[in-house]
């Protein structure tokens, strides 16, 4: 849920790649689209494409992963400020 996120407030410094596997290319069309053609459209439906600089299905290196495994999503409020003090 972003609800609340209207525009992307981190440095211009950090680059946001979605990774997921729905990006994966061997993936059936759901509604003759892509996953990552879906997952582009979530992200245009709440406003925060621009936070995003790719949707991949290969993991990236990262300084921090914000997933189940790393950083623990909350909510975006306390997951920017975690950003903006710890990195």
Known sequence: N?????TCTLPIYYDIVIFTA???PDR???NGKTGAMLVREWLI???IL???KSITSEKPRAE???DD???RFENWN???KFVENEL
């Open 45 to 47: 439906k709440y406003d």
């Open 64 to 66: 921090l992963y914000i």
């Open 78 to 80: 306390d997951t920017l």
């Open 22 to 24: 729905k990006a994966k």
């Open 50 to 52: 621009d936070c995003i």
């Open 28 to 30: 059936p069309l759901v």
């Open 2 to 6: 972003v609800t609340g996120v209207q």
């Open 69 to 71: 495994n790393g950083y």
